[in-house]
């Protein structure tokens, strides 16, 4: 399946923060563009990024005081709910607006600090989202969003192949010695490798143990990530939240989310001193190094691809049971 016709999935396309009452949000997920808003009651609403009259973007349209939207190019407004269209600026006050004039919904929902949007059949959309594995917490919660000239399969190997290439680490540094083979748990992919605290350091193959381990659990599909810095006591140091999703021309659309824990020792403050002055935990680059992603081992992202495709194959079977 090409990466332009994402799997019929739950996938997180804004951060709650992106999301208002105020103005839409145009997001995409490989050939679907969707618009997002908050209605009156400030429930996240999406629909189609299309007018059905003259097939203008919604997006360059406005949300209304009553928390609907309205095209920007007639004025043709929609109720976020239904997608019914119910005010045309021309019609005479003893008219009424057909019923057939409706914008496309998604199915959309909202879940520690991420809107989620059903691509794919719309009658499937009552699909639970998959189990969160994330827990926001810490002093302060980071976030941020970034669109990387990479492709979405290529983002989400490159997280199992190299993931400080993508990700920055404020006090810590990951190495490419990995703590054991990738291992599938509740349709988790999970991959585990040697951390050090930053600063000076010996060369890898002189270092007995690792202090700190990094922890990818990744949803084979949709490349939604969990990334936590553990000790080798399975206490949590740093946690983030990092969702992609396939963009045009061969880009990636990641959103994220970090903190650090209340861990204790001199690294521990220092890790939660920089996140309360303004340096997240962990963070998504906004910029990719070509040269180091070129150099990336790629061995750990051959397990992925396989449970990529064997995922992909059973799609179908999984929307037919979700409808």
Known sequence: MAETDPTPRWWALAL?????GKAPLAVRCGEEE????RDAGGVARALEDRCPHRRVPLSLGKITAGGQMQCGYHGWTYDGATGKC???PNLHDDEKVPERYR?????????DGFIYVWIGAPQASAAPLPPSLYTPGGLREHRGSVTLPLSHDAFVAALFDGPWVLL??????VTDFLLGDPEMSDGWLMLERGATWGGPHLPDRFVPEWPLVLRVTVEPVTGETLVEMLDTNERLISAAEV??????????AVIWRSYAADYGGP??????????AGRPAISVRRFVNGRKLASLRIAPSHIWRTTLRAARDNAPAQRDTAA
Do not use: K
């Not at 709650?16 to 208002?20: D, G, L, M, P, R």
């Not at 914008?103 to 879940?111: C, D, K, L, M, P």
């Open 103 to 111: 914008a496309e919904t998604r199915g959309v929902t909202e879940r």
């Open 168 to 173: 920055d680490f404020a006090t810590s540094r």
């Open 34 to 37: 969707v618009v997002l808003f």
């Open 86 to 88: 119910v005010a045309i």
């Open 16 to 20: 709650s923060e992106q999301v208002t």
């Open 267 to 276: 690294a521990g403050l220092a890790t939660r001193g920089l996140s309360m």
């Open 243 to 252: 969702s992609a999703a396939p963009a045009a021309r061969g880009t990636t």
